[in-house]
């Protein structure tokens, strides 16, 4: 019951047009990557920042060798 509540809460934001950022914040995710890997298909494509994913899962990996 409370993952459902918090699923509905979730998208309700998106839906609403909130800020990634403010969505991972109000779920308390750890990373924005965690956010985005659960909830990006929910935001409305002509929302969506070109390269978003890439830019974050890019940014997760921090200073580590890409091979």
Known sequence: MFHALRH??????ITNHAEPQDVQRQLRHKTMRI????YVHWWPKRDRPRGIVGNVLRSALGGQDQA
Do not use: D, G, V
Request: glycine share 0%.
């Open 8 to 13: 509905f809460f979730a998208t309700t934001l």
């Open 35 to 38: 956010t985005l890997e659960t």
